[in-house]
DNA sequence: TTGAAAGCGCTAACAT
DNA sequence: ATGTTAGCGCTTTCAA
């Protein structure tokens, strides 16, 4: 008899006076006398029946749901990626399930192991920063894993990580052609994998320009835009001579241009500033931003699909770990040039390609 | 025998040489002998073995997941919810399960449907526009549903909203005070629940200042940069002594800081800029936007615990449905008033409540 | 204290 | 073409 609970097959074998096993079939597209056919689709559609999801991932050992997991949800990176994740996520018929890590390791490797628990088919996964336990965790993930951000080969996992060396050197060089020769760097901090790779772009640009690389117009502080006009007070007080101002993101950049502006300072003709991630923020400022487009959506797809690829049946695991890399581009706006950027113009045309 | 598969508790029953039973009641933490409790806890994490959430979800009818279900996640307001709502989720020891509806209204309604599938305990639905067919679907959910947004009476869900015609009241009268007397209206869609509320409330503002109602001073376009900025250039053109402009949302106002720029306005000092929802892009503009924060971030927290509160063992449906509204709060920054907002302090003491 | 067995809702052999 | 049944991994009566 039918009980108080939403219908189940059950529900709908007994109404159409059939068996479970028509119900699930003619449910399934597969075949069926007509009548039966039709019997059932009626008792189904008049008990309003939808199908367990549980019970059939229990039966077929796979959600259809995939775990993206973040430092932070409110960064705009992040977001770029959440976005494009779910975007291709639900054209394949999975569902999202976000997880934010805190930009705590333990919680990170948590995820990992959680893989286990079956709640989800996948993970793609944003770390922090990479430790030994991580590559551990990593080795031994009990499913399939898409890490975005700089793992070490031999970690058997595919990996998408943005090139934040090459667009560094896209930020700087833009800034020395422009004829900047005092550039400051505001970094975030130095052992996360954005801050040490942002870091080390700097300096290969100023290398390869001939620039020599002066330590007291380096800060490394925090990713926040606090923080970013903070570190440019202090450092135009230490080098007022500085004509120019690199920034680990857009959120520093931000606070750069506010400590710029707040010292009577012009952008970009007496100080040129560029930012990281080409994030919203960056058409928000004024004068608007220049910034190094790193891919974040683009990142964000790239590891879906790879995941997606491995959760194909046939395509199983004994592919080798991938690792792809997005490519960085520089869009050029009015901060560090004069004409760019009119008003109302969402999509700059000087974007130039690396 | 131990088959390819994770390890499930068969496979540690017999390595403990138990039966399922007993391995089901000391991983559950009920009584056991010592000995048993040892030989199965050591066979436990010999084998690895973490417990399938979708087993134990088809046992005892609910996941521990909540869906969150947003017109669309790039948008800042919506950040600022999924973020605590994620929260809130996390601490109750819920996953959040985030769906983009792409403002949809059709999705929108097949998610309040799919609820019926199980796949969450609850939903947390904003809905872009709320029609008849909602409020169908809605009275028939086939689980618990919190709406962010604004719910017409008899609706039997709870629901949770912004009080946007205050906030907009609360922006126009800082105006007024300022001493603008000539106060433009950059508005998103007037057919969407926000930009509804959002022109109310200017109107109401207006009257109650005794300012006259001008219709050449009010536009509505889509909510973005790039609107806004086309929209202010629209009514500097036709209205060349306006004296502020209030904006619908950050985005709007970012267009039109920038028109305002672009046409060699002074801000504040020739025209003032307000916008609202309190996003990052706020402190992000030059000057730093005065918005109105429409507590996006405490609506999500309430809208998750309300859901939470359905869904704990006791408190049943039973309970009438619930509608509580957040408070709106206007934070005063450099866009309306000349001294306020110094670069890098992020929070702003000129904050004043509703 | 412990084991046997039922059952959550579904799919897929297998038998008819 | 359709019905019977086993089984996915777990929790929980019910007996012993």
Redesign the interface.
């Known amino acids: 008899m039918s009980s108080g609970g939403?219908p189940t097959i059950v529900s709908i074998a007994e109404r159409a006076g059939v068996s479970i096993a028509s119900v699930s079939r003619v449910l399934n597209g597969l075949g069926a006398r007509p009548e039966t056919e039709d019997r059932v689709r009626r008792a189904a559609s008049e008990l309003?029946y939808?199908?367990?999801?549980?019970?059939r991932?229990?039966k077929d050992g796979h959600?259809r749901?995939l775990t993206f997991a973040v430092p932070d949800?409110?960064n705009?990176v992040y977001?770029?990626m959440?976005?494009e994740i779910?975007?291709v996520a639900?054209a394949a018929g999975y569902?999202?399930?976000?997880?934010?890590t805190d930009a705590d390791v333990a919680d990170e490797l948590g995820v990992v192991?959680?893989l286990?628990?079956?709640?989800s088919d996948g993970l793609v996964l944003v770390p922090i920063r990479i430790t030994p336990a991580h590559v551990e965790a990593l080795t031994a993930a009990?499913g399939p894993v898409v890490v975005i951000g700089s793992l070490p080969d031999g970690v058997p996992v595919d990996g998408v990580q943005a090139d934040s060396v090459t667009g560094a050197e896209l930020a700087v060089r833009h800034l020395v052609e422009s004829g900047r020769r005092r550039i400051a760097l505001v970094n975030g901090p130095v052992d996360t994998v954005p801050g040490g790779n942002r870091g080390r772009g700097y300096r290969a640009a100023l290398a390869a320009c001939g620039i020599p690389y002066d330590p007291e117009l380096v800060t490394a502080t925090d990713f926040?835009?606090?923080a970013g006009?903070?570190a440019t007070?202090r450092l135009l007080a230490a080098r007022p001579d500085l004509d120019a101002v690199f920034c680990a993101n857009d959120q520093l950049a931000?606070?750069a241009?506010?400590?710029l502006?707040?010292a009577g300072r012009r952008i970009p003709r007496d100080t040129a500033v560029a930012g990281m991630d080409d994030s919203?923020?960056a058409?928000?400022?004024?004068p608007?931003l220049t910034s190094v487009d790193l891919g974040a959506g683009e990142r964000g797809r790239r590891a879906a699909r790879m995941l997606l690829e491995r959760l194909a049946p046939g395509s199983g695991e004994p592919l080798p770990a991938r690792r792809t890399t997005a490519a960085p581009r520089l869009v050029v706006r009015g901060s560090t040039s004069p004409g760019a950027a009119?008003?109302?113009?969402?999509e700059q045309e000087g974007a130039k390609s690396a």
Chains 1, 2 share one sequence.
């Open positions: 939403p309003g939808v199908p367990n999801a549980v019970a991932s229990l959600t749901q949800i409110g705009p977001v770029a959440v976005r779910q975007a639900k569902r999202l399930l976000l997880h934010s192991r959680s286990a628990d079956r709640t009990p926040g835009v606090g006009a903070r007070a931000i606070g241009v506010q400590a502006h707040a919203d923020l058409v928000a400022a004024w608007p009119p008003a109302g113009s969402d």
